[in-house]
Structures are given as structure tokens and as C-alpha cells.
């Protein structure tokens, strides 16, 4: 069992960045893949960003590509989303979530932890 905790959310002008955490805790946190998702009301959930076990490589959705990063601290149990140039509709609720897979999924459906969620709102 693994419980997932983020956090980092807030309120920005567009342009800024936010930096978003999410700290494990439970089962060894290099047993897993790492995604990051969002989600806007009426919308299915969505992909943003993945990390493998090592954080050897990552994946991003084309919209965030050059302006998100992900990482990992292995040590800290923390796997990080560092958000920059955001723009308006970057607004949602931001989860992050722990696949027992190696590889790294974009798809919801094969994640089997999940966090509370985190809202990034971004004015225009």
C-alpha cells in the first residue's frame, strides 16, 4: 500500500511557475513509476508528465512539453512537476499517481495509487 500526498497548488498569474510535490509514503518509492495527471470538471483525467523508477527517463503530454518538468528524489520518497510559462488553461486539479509497472503508462486506468489532488488555478 502506498499513500500519495501532493502539494504546491495555488493561485498564479499566467506566465508564472508553481513547483508541485508529491511525497510517498508506505512502499518503497523506487518500486514505481510516477505520473503526473490533471483534471477540469466535466473532463476526463489527463496526463501530464511521467518519470520511470530511477528517473532515467520521462514523458510529457505535447502541450506542457518545454515548459514542465518532472523529477524524483528517490531518497526523499518525493517525485516533483516543476511548472513554468503556465498559461490559463494549465488550470485544473493536478494528481499524482504510483504504477507498480516499469513502464511508464499515460493512461489512468493503470495506475494503482493515487493522491488527493492539488488545484493550480492560472489567471489571465
Known amino acids: 500500500q502506498v499513500q500519495l500526498v501532493e502539494s504546491g497548488g495555488g493561485l498564479v498569474q499566467a506566465g508564472g511557475s508553481l513547483r508541485l510535490s508529491c511525497t510517498a509514503s508506505?512502499?518503497?518509492?523506487?518500486?514505481?513509476?510516477m505520473g503526473w495527471f490533471r483534471q477540469t470538471p466535466g473532463k476526463e483525467r489527463e496526463f501530464v508528465a511521467g518519470i520511470s523508477r530511477l528517473g532515467i527517463s520521462t514523458y510529457y503530454t505535447d502541450s506542457v512539453k518545454g515548459r514542465f518538468t518532472i523529477s524524483r528524489d528517490n531518497p526523499k520518497n518525493t517525485v516533483y512537476l516543476q511548472m513554468n510559462s503556465l498559461k490559463p488553461e494549465d488550470t485544473a486539479v493536478y494528481y499524482c499517481?504510483?504504477?507498480?509497472?516499469?513502464?511508464?503508462?499515460?493512461?489512468?486506468?493503470?495506475?494503482?495509487?493515487w493522491g488527493q489532488g492539488t488545484q493550480v488555478t492560472v489567471s489571465s
Open positions: 508506505g512502499r518503497t518509492f523506487s518500486s514505481y513509476s
Open positions: 499517481a504510483a504504477d507498480l509497472q516499469v513502464t511508464v503508462h499515460t493512461t489512468p486506468s493503470r495506475y494503482d495509487y
